[in-house]
């Protein structure tokens, strides 16, 4: 036991489970794998629909989810989309953002740190002439994306974007969106 | 004016205004610059919130949008998360469904192809042995994607399966998830 073991619960992290969720995964290892899912319905034009629910991991399906999660995206008007909900990379803000806070919080409840606040705002930049089929030369993603924080606590600015780093060093969303991933795409056509 | 622009509207898209949008940008293509954008707020533990509601493109502010898209996510319970809204990382599978989704229904009206069924569901494997500081050797993200489509609609299957492959190649979430894109993070504390 180290002295981080003893940290009490803080900013709404329950400190002493999640490091008894460490230990438990370090001694066995299989814990850690993880399966995410998600399904998608086409309804109208660019206009569709996921659900998300299910999820293996801990050695389980997990049963804690009773009901799915369920969201839309569309193209915006001006791309000649329904503008019922977000484009499908808005969505990756979403995740970047939330993946880099989730960690501030659970970091600076190991560290004993406390916040009061934690805003970020994302910029992503997209030169449509890629996925418009206009130009070779330009990419059919995003050039940049930007993420900026705003974060307070009882600790020094030095600590305090310490924790930041450490979340942006071991987050998940971070390293798919810098680092990409294979990504498979089969189909059933009838 | 070639065979092509006088599609008519088909599978809720557009089609006439889709190539006179695409017509527009080639003649002026500062046009196809586009800036996304989220706002994130803490919660409580891993529970936060992101807002999309504005984004420039098509050389002006968007206007459009009057009500603002909110979306929560969380860490699952089994990862001491509140379990409140699926985790970050479970967005990008939301996120690279509807991108090809959406370009799926607007390749097949171009090709004059009318669905009746887009259907996807996809799966992430990830180790979490790289996000909780357990191993060195397993990155923080997803180790593979993968997406599975059913299409029905009026064409053969082989014409079925190049609208996914054609949606692929101009996807902007495949493109960013499959190669990645430079993220700077930077940081406010007080």
């Known amino acids: 036991m180290t002295s981080v073991d003893i940290r009490p619960p803080l900013n709404g992290v329950d400190t002493p489970t999640l490091f008894a969720t460490l230990d438990a995964v370090a001694e066995q290892p299989e814990l850690a794998k993880f399966q995410f899912r998600a399904s998608n319905e086409w309804i109208s034009g660019t206009h569709n629909r996921s659900t998300i629910q299910g999820f ?51 970091i600076a409840a190991a560290r004993g740190i ?49 924790l930041v780093e450490q979340s942006r060093a071991r987050s998940a969303v971070y390293d798919v969106l810098t680092n990409g991933v294979p990504v498979s795409v089969d189909v059933t056509a009838a």
Chains 1, 2 share one sequence.
């Not at 389980?60 to 499908?88: K, M």
């Not at 930049?125 to 705003?150: A, C, K, M, P, W």
């Open 56 to 106: 293996y991991g801990a050695g389980q399906e997990d049963s804690t989810r009773v009901a799915p999660f369920v969201y839309d995206a569309d193209h915006p008007v001006v791309l000649v989309g329904g503008g019922n909900a977000p484009a499908p990379v808005e969505f990756l803000l979403h995740g970047i953002a939330a993946c880099l806070t989730a960690g501030v919080a659970n």
């Open 114 to 162: 406390a916040l009061t606040k934690v805003q970020s705002t994302v910029e992503g930049d997209i030169d449509l002439l890629g996925i418009l089929g206009l130009s070779d030369q330009v990419r059919n993603g995003y050039e940049s994306i930007r993420v900026h924080f705003t974060v307070e606590g009882d600790a020094s600015p030095e600590e305090l974007r310490g």
